[in-house]
Structures are given as C-alpha cells and as structure tokens.
C-alpha cells in the first residue's frame, strides 16, 4: 500500500483572510472557491480559521447581519494542525483525536501551505484500499 503524504492530497495555499473580514465577505469568498473554511491571519500568523458552519450557526441563525460582523467575532481561535509531510494515516489519526473534519497544514517553517480535509481526501485519486484505512483512521480508536 501507498503510504501518501498529506501535502499529496492538501488543498495547497489556502486563501488566507484577516479578521476584519465581513461574514458575509468570507461566504462569498468561499462560494468563488468552492470550500467551507478559510483560513484567518497571515501564512506566518494563524488567527483561526472561519468556516461555513461558523458564520450559519454563530451568526445568521442569531439573526446578526453577515455584512455588518466581523470574521474575527465568529472564528474557531482553537486549530488543529499538521504538517504536510505527515502520512495521510496520522493525520486522520489527529481528525479523530480532536474531533475535526479539517486540519490546517504546515511546512517545516510553520507556515500554512494547506488545508486538509476528511472530504477532500474522498474526493482526490487516492487509492482505494488506501482511503478505507484513512476512514478506518478517522472513525474508530487505534488498538492499545
């Protein structure tokens, strides 16, 4: 079996946004895209990261008005991170640990190269037998 690294199967340099960023700015940057998270801060600086579940949840089911709040009032402060060189497999390891569906990724030098995330792996050309260990990875508690 293939052991794939994470940076195979990343979504490679994110679209970073600033906290002072419009909910409703990053939706629409999200739509132009085609993803659910951003990333908030600079490659060198992570803030956090904002995702579409974020601004609904937080903030449109609140009844605030996304082009009036500010991206970094409704951010998750608290990521998850791996490094791009990691195996596929420790990484689905870390999703299940914390309980996340995305992982920002970094290179050595600590800067956001990525965003990993458990859909993005099903949807890539992985290997088949390879992408069922990743799910067996993701969903149950490794043997101690």
Do not use: W
Request: overall charge negative; hydrophobic content about 40%; proline content about 2%.
């Amino acid at each position: 079996m293939h052991n794939t690294k994470v940076k195979e199967l990343m979504t490679e340099y994110p679209v970073l946004i600033d906290t002072d960023t419009s909910l409703q700015d990053a939706a629409q940057t999200m739509k132009d895209i085609d993803c659910g998270i951003l990333p908030v801060g600079s490659r060198t600086k992570l803030d956090g990261i904002i995702t579409d579940r974020d601004i609904v949840i937080r903030a449109v089911s609140e009844g605030k008005d996304p082009s009036k709040e500010r991206v970094g009032d409704y951010m998750t402060i608290k990521v998850f991170g791996c490094n791009e060189d990691d195996f596929l497999e420790d990484a689905a390891d870390k999703m299940r640990d914390h309980k996340v569906s995305r992982l920002v990724v970094l290179d050595h030098a600590g800067q956001v190269t990525g965003v990993l995330s458990f859909g993005g792996i099903l949807r890539k050309n992985a290997d088949a037998e390879e992408v069922a260990n990743v799910v067996k990875h993701a969903t149950h508690k490794a043997a101690a």
